[in-house]
């Protein structure tokens, strides 16, 4: 009965097991718990930000007095054009966060299916891929980035996500190409073609379980990687346009004026670093968890 033996062998049938396990390692472990907590708040603050900023974070709130310090009323002072600066906080948030994620799936979306299309193909095929990903892998990010936007010009927020994500797909389709490369021949893989299902069904039900695991550490380590990209690019110039605010447009605005308006600079970036610790602390976590392999083989 090869078809039941397919599905038994299946990734999918020890699927809960591994998921109950790792969910337990998980909870038990204190720093997860503190970073899990600290994302929630975060990603929480960015959702509600409409309901939850005490002013438009757009508009100037009373131009006779500019760049006010912390207060009872402005909790985290105001800018130089008197805009609350809790509020364009919250704000960008939601556009860093959104930028970040949204790039990652676009990443992690074309790695899989470039990776998975190498790895189960093999011979010349596998060879033609793996040397557009060496391409892509010797330029660094950074400096393909600045060449992509400097000749861009102004970007908007699809043009970004659209650009993040296509600069950092291939480390991602080498981790899949790998796993199935290595699920492939296994017995579950074997069993399901010889049963008589189709390549796609055996890549996308048999083999793909096995080699995307290693992508939930990816995913959310290239998160916090890509924040912090998002960051700098926004730093220089090259982020969303004003009027709208992410934290590195709210970082540069505040760079003049650190000595005499400190929280300008000082909030934005405590909000940038507590978040990235945050998230790297929940990639490291998972890793650990996971012993840096793949799901166990049935």
Not at 69 to 76: E, G, T
Request: glycine content about 10%.
């Amino acid at each position: 009965m090869p078809a039941l033996v397919a599905l038994g062998d299946s990734p999918l049938a020890g699927r809960s097991w591994s998921a109950g396990r790792l969910a337990s390692s998980l909870t038990r472990d204190p720093l997860f718990a503190a970073a899990a907590c600290t994302l929630l708040l975060v990603a929480l603050a960015a959702l509600f930000a409409p309901w939850l900023a005490p002013f438009d974070p757009d508009r100037p709130i009373d131009m006779a007095a500019r760049a006010l310090p912390p207060s009872a009323q402005h909790w985290f002072g105001t800018d130089t054009l008197n805009r609350d600066l809790l509020s364009r906080i919250l704000f960008g948030a939601r556009i860093s966060l959104a930028v970040s994620l949204l790039s990652v799936a676009v990443a992690m979306l074309m790695g899989t299916a470039w990776g998975a299309i190498a790895g189960y193909a093999g011979g010349w095929i596998d060879a033609l891929l793996m040397r557009v990903v060496d391409a892509g892998l010797a330029i660094p990010r950074i400096l393909l980035l600045l060449s992509i936007v400097s000749l861009w010009g102004t970007l908007t927020m699809p043009a970004i996500i659209v650009v993040l994500g296509f600069t950092g797909w291939f480390g991602a389709s080498r981790l899949v190409r790998d796993g199935v490369r290595a699920s492939k021949e296994r017995d579950y893989a074997v069993a399901a073609r010889a049963s008589g299902a189709t390549p796609f069904r055996v890549l996308v039900r048999h083999v793909l379980p096995h080699a995307l695991t290693p992508m939930l550490v990816a995913a959310t380590l290239g998160v916090g990687h890509v924040v912090v990209i998002e960051a700098g690019l926004s730093f220089l110039g090259y982020g969303v346009a004003p009027p709208a605010a992410t934290w590195g447009t709210l970082i540069r605005d505040g760079r003049e004026n650190v000595a005499t308006a400190w929280w300008l600079s000082v909030f934005p970036g405590l909000a940038l670093a507590i978040t990235v610790l945050a998230i790297n602390v929940l990639g490291d976590r998972l890793r650990t968890a996971l012993g840096g392999r793949q799901l166990p083989a049935p």
